[in-house]
């Protein structure tokens, strides 16, 4: 059994994902119930180095439950990859007595904490990434609010492309996961879902567009920004179909934004995992969702395979589009 933890540090690490501030607040609320400390760092890893801080206390996150974003702010740290980085963060670390860390980002972040760890602070990871590519956790923080943000948008875009009978080629979040993609368009009737992992092939999509049946007033392609750029697929399809093309590049309006009911409850479920597996004298596990449990997956389980997407739901869009 390890060390009794009685203060730990929050940071929130990575892309910013909605849901980081519920989680900031379970976090501290279900630490301060259990007798804990907590004290924020400001812009994930970068905010170790520098020992920028503040003292959380449960007034100090009222209010933020509903707020997309993250108020500790989150950052992308190059400098905390070398050894240099590293130890002054290591050193900030026992300055303050911080017993364990609770990261808050991807599997970018939780690579990092794992570095740490390798100097003897140890972390609980919590998934918080839009485009749900973590492996070992069904869910991550911020999928589902960005899911129902991009649902919405594709339906006001159907309402012009069918007033208008467009073809609308709608490029998403994803650079190296088609899970967004995949299932806002079985969500929203869309017709085709471009994605990283499955090749693809411009001149078949083109085809089959052209040979759709008849009597449809709209099509809407999705595009997952690693699979292809939207302005390609529509110049691809432009040269074999007559009907007009038009794109639409989503972009960050899919980031932001209150989070869902999922995201919030799935923040306060990852919280409390969090902090009783490390009272428990738990150590370098990322809290996961599987088959609607909260468990903890080791570090290491989660970096050794990739998620895989669920090829049924990519063919059921295409099967139901027919
Ligand atoms: P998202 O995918 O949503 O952006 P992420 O946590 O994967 O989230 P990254 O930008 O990959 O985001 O990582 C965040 C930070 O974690 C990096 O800026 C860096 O400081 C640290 N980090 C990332 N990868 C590693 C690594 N292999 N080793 C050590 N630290 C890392």
Redesign the pocket.
Known sequence: MSEQVKKIGVLT???D?SGMNATIRSIVRYAIYKKLEVIGYYE??KGLILNNYTVLTGNSVGGIIDRGGTFLYT???????TKEGLAAAKKNLDLNKIDALVII????????A??LSCLGINSVGIP????N?VYGTDLSLGFDTALNVIISLISKIRDTASSHERIFVIEVMGRNSGELAIRSSLASGADYVLIPEIKVDLVKISNAIKNHREGKRHTLVVVAEGAAKATDVAASIKLLVEHEVRVSVLGHIQRGGSPSAVDRILAAQFAQKAIDFLISGGRNAMVGLQNNKVKTVPFEEVFGAKKQIDRNLYDLTHILAL
């Open positions: 690490s990575g892309g994902a994930g890893f950052a992308r740290s190059e400098e905390f990859k980002g991807g599997d970018g972040s939780f690579r990092g794992s570095d918080a990434t839009i485009d590519d």
